[in-house]
C-alpha cells in the first residue's frame, strides 16, 4: 500500500536558519503529494502541493519538488522564523488505488528560537 | 472560501456517555467528508469516509458501532462517539472535499476528553 516516510524529529533551530524536512513515498500509481503544517491546538492547514513529477510547490517561503526518480518531496525554506514552529506533515494522494484519501507521515515538530 | 468548522472545539465527558462533534463546510458542499484522530504527537489515523446519503466506509480496525457518523446534507457530517471511555480521549479532525479540486480542507479539530 501507499505510505509516506518523513525524517524524524523533532528539529530545532535558530531563526534565519535554513530548514530541509525530508520526506520519501511509495506509491503503486502516480499520486499527489502535499505538506500540511499545523499549529498548536489547531487543524491542518494545506502548505503547498504539487501533481506531478518536477512540479515545484511554494508558499510562504517554503518550497518542495517533487522527484519521481528518488520518490521525495523534501521541505525547504532558507530563512526560518519563529512564527514558522509547529508540526509539518507530508502526505500523499493516489486517485488510481484510494481516491481522494490521505496517506500522512509521521509528522516533524519544528521549533525555531529567536 | 473552504472554511470548515468543527463544534465543540473541546468536550469533556463521563465515561459511559455518548458525545456527537459536528463538521460543517462553511462555505462549499462536500459530497465527501473525512474523519481523522490524532493521538499527542503523532500523525492523523483514518476512521472513515463519509459519504453523502450513504453509510461511511470505516477503516480497519475502526469500530462502526463505536463511532457513529452521519453526513446527512452537503455541508454537514457528524462523528458520535458512544459509550465513550477514557482510551477515547483524543483530538479528533475532520475533512472535507471540495469537488472541483478534489482538495481536503481541515477542520480545527475537537479535543474530546472521557473522564
Known amino acids: 500500500g501507499d505510505s509516506v516516510t518523513q525524517m524524524e524529529g523533532p528539529v530545532t533551530l535558530s531563526e534565519e536558519a535554513f530548514l530541509t524536512i525530508n520526506c520519501t513515498y511509495t506509491?503503486?500509481?502516480?499520486?499527489?503529494l502535499f505538506w500540511y503544517v499545523q499549529y498548536p491546538g489547531e487543524g491542518l492547514q494545506l502548505l503547498l502541493k504539487?501533481?506531478?513529477?518536477?512540479d515545484k510547490g511554494s508558499n510562504k517561503g517554503f518550497e518542495a519538488t517533487y522527484r519521481k526518480e528518488t520518490t521525495s518531496f523534501h521541505l525547504e525554506k532558507g530563512s526560518v522564523q519563529v512564527s514558522d514552529s509547529a508540526v509539518y506533515f507530508c502526505?500523499?494522494?493516489?486517485?488510481?488505488?484510494?481516491?481522494?484519501?490521505?496517506?500522512f507521515g509521521e509528522g516533524t515538530q519544528l521549533t525555531v528560537n529567536p | 472560501g473552504a472554511v470548515v468548522s468543527q463544534h465543540p472545539s473541546r468536550v469533556i465527558c463521563k465515561s459511559g456517555t455518548s458525545v456527537k462533534i459536528e463538521c460543517r463546510s462553511l462555505?462549499?458542499?462536500?459530497?465527501?467528508m473525512f474523519w481523522y484522530r490524532q493521538f499527542p504527537k503523532q500523525s492523523l489515523m483514518l476512521m472513515a469516509t463519509?459519504?453523502?446519503?450513504?453509510?461511511?466506509?470505516?477503516e480497519q480496525g475502526v469500530e462502526k458501532d463505536k463511532f457513529l457518523i452521519n453526513h446527512a446534507s452537503l455541508t454537514l457530517s457528524t462523528l458520535t462517539v458512544t459509550s465513550a471511555h477514557p482510551e477515547d480521549s483524543s483530538f479528533y479532525i475532520c475533512?472535507?472535499?471540495?469537488?472541483?479540486?478534489?482538495?481536503?480542507?481541515f477542520g480545527p479539530g475537537t479535543r474530546l476528553t472521557v473522564l
Open positions: 475533512s472535507a472535499e471540495r469537488g472541483r479540486y478534489n482538495e481536503q480542507f
Open positions: 506509491a503503486t500509481g502516480y499520486p499527489s
Open positions: 504539487a501533481t506531478k513529477a518536477d
Open positions: 502526505a500523499l494522494s493516489d486517485r488510481e488505488t484510494s481516491g481522494s484519501r490521505l496517506t
Open positions: 462555505d462549499f458542499q462536500a459530497t465527501t
Open positions: 463519509s459519504n453523502e446519503g450513504s453509510k461511511a466506509t470505516y
